[in-house]
C-alpha cells in the first residue's frame, strides 16, 4: 500500500464568516472546524500531515500547538487553493504515494467515505481522484464537467461557468487524492486566468487529461458531508448535523433523549444505558455519566463524572466535580471545580458548593453556600447556611463531622471545625471549633420589651 500524506487547506480568509478569528478556529458543536479534519486525517495512519495557513498564521498555529506530529506550510500571500498546496512541496517533494487534501472547513467527511476515495484512486492508478456530491443547490460550488462516455474532463469553478454547466447538479467538494509522482511539477502550470484571478486547483483535473492522465470521481453516498462551512449560517448548519450523528450514536446505544433537537453532548463525553436526558441539557468536555440517570432540563455538566442512578434536577450547572451514585442535585444549584457530592447525598435549590466533599447520606437542601468545605457523612446543612471562608486575603477550610447538624441560617467562619455529632444552633455564627456531641449557640440573646410597641403612634 502507497504512503497516506495528508494536506489540510486552512490559509484562506473566510471573508463571509465576518470574524476576526480564522474561519478553521470557529467552533461547530463545542470544537474548531479544523478539530474535525484533524480526526478524519489521523484516522488513516499518514505518514505526514500538513497544514497550509496564511490568512492569520499565527493564531491557527497557536491553536494547534500542542497537537504532535503536525507541520505547518505558510502561504503569503493567498493566491488560491492551487497556489496552498504548491506551498507543501518542502514537505512533500521527495515523498511518494498518495497525497490526501482535505479542506479545514470540511467537517462531516465520513472515514469511510474517504477510504473508498482512496481505494478508488489507488487501485486505478489514478493521477487525481476527486470526492464529489450530487446536491439540488449547486450555487457557489465548483461544477464537474463529464464527457458523453461519463470520464470526468474538468472542474469549472461557480463564477466561471457557462450557463449550461451551471446546470450541473455534481459538485467539487475540494476533497482529493492525489499521486505524489507528477503532483507538483502540474500544480506548476496552473494559471490564474479566471474571474477571481486565483490559482484554482481544480484546474488540474483539465490539465492532467490533456496529459492523458487518469482522473477518477468518487461521489460521497450523502451530500451533506461534503458541506463546506463558509458563512455563520452553515456553520449553525453543521453544528447541527454534527450534534444529530451524536444524539443518533446515543440513543443506538441505549440512552432517552426527550428531544434530541435541544440535546447537545460533546465527542468525548460517555452515558451510560438507560439515563434520560431532558430539553436544553449540555454535556460538554470529558464528562461521564453513570446508568440510569435523570438530568432534567437545562442543566450543564462539564468536565464532571456522575455515578448510577444520580438525579440533577432542572437548571443546575456542574463543572469538574464527581457525584456518586444515588445522589440528587438541584433545581438551582451550582457546582463549582473540585466538589465531590457523595453517595446519596442531597444538594437542593439555590445551593452553591466549591471545592467541597459532601459526604455520603449528607443534605444541603436549600439557599447554601459551602465553599473548601468537608463535610462528613450523614450531616444535616440547614437551610442558609453560608462558609465565610475567605478573609480577603486567603481562603480557609471549613470541616463538618459525621452526623453533625447545622441550624439554618448560621455561618461558620473558616477556619472551624464542628465535631462528631455536634449541634450548631440555628442563627449562630461560628468562630471556634465545636467538640464532639456539643451545642455551640453563637448568637445575640433576644431581649422582649413588654408592651414597648404601644407608646408608638405609627402612620396608618
Ligand atoms: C472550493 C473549490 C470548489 C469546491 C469548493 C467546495 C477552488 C478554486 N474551488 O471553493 O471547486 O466546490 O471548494 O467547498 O478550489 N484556501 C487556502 N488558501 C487560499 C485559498 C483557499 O488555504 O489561497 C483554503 C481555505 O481556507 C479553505 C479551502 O482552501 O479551507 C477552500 O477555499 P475556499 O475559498 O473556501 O474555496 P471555495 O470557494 O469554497
Ligand atoms: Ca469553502
Known sequence: ??????????????????????????????????????????????????????????????ALANRPGLQFAVQEPQLGTGHALLQTEPFLARRTGTLVLLSGDVPLLRKSTLEALIRRHEDRGAAATVLTAHVDEADGYGRIVRNDHGEVMAIVEH?????????AREINS?????????????????????????????DLVGIYRKDGRTVEAVAAPDAREVLGVNSRRELA??????????????????????DPATTWVGPDVTVGEDTILHPSVYLEGATRIGEGCVIHAGVRIVDSTLGDGV???????????????????????????????????????????KKTRLGKGSKANHLTYLGDATVGEKVNVGAGTITCNYDGVAKHPTVIEDGAFIGSDSQLIAPVRVGKGAYVA??????????????????????????WAKGRTRKA
Open 311 to 353: 438525579v440533577i434536577n432542572n437548571y443546575c450547572v456542574i463543572r469538574e466535580s464527581t457525584i456518586d451514585p444515588a445522589a440528587e442535585v438541584g433545581p438551582f444549584a451550582q457546582l463549582r471545580p473540585q466538589s465531590h457530592v457523595e453517595e446519596g447525598a442531597h444538594v437542593g435549590n439555590f445551593v452553591e458548593l
Open 426 to 451: 440555628a442563627g449562630s455564627s461560628v468562630t471556634d471549633d465545636v467538640p464532639a456531641d456539643a451545642l455551640a449557640i453563637g448568637r445575640g440573646r433576644q431581649v422582649n420589651k413588654p408592651g
Open 1 to 62: 500500500m502507497p504512503d497516506k500524506h495528508v494536506v489540510i487547506l486552512a490559509g484562506g480568509k473566510g471573508t463571509r464568516m465576518k470574524s476576526t478569528l480564522p474561519k478553521v478556529l470557529h467552533r461547530a458543536a463545542g470544537r474548531p472546524l479544523i478539530d474535525y479534519a484533524l480526526a478524519t486525517a489521523g484516522a488513516l495512519n499518514p505518514a505526514s500531515t500538513v497544514i497550509v495557513v496564511g490568512h492569520q498564521a499565527e493564531t491557527v498555529r497557536a
Open 174 to 202: 475540494g476533497i482529493y487524492a492525489f499521486d505524489l509522482a507528477p503532483l507538483f511539477d502540474a500544480l506548476r502550470r496552473i494559471e490564474a486566468a479566471n474571474a477571481q484571478g486565483e490559482y484554482y486547483l481544480p
Open 237 to 258: 448548519t453543521v453544528s447541527v448535523q454534527i450534534r444529530d450523528r451524536r444524539n443518533d450514536a446515543l440513543m443506538e446505544a441505549g440512552v432517552t433523549l426527550v
Open 159 to 167: 463564477r466561471d461557468a457557462t450557463p449550461e454547466q451551471r446546470t
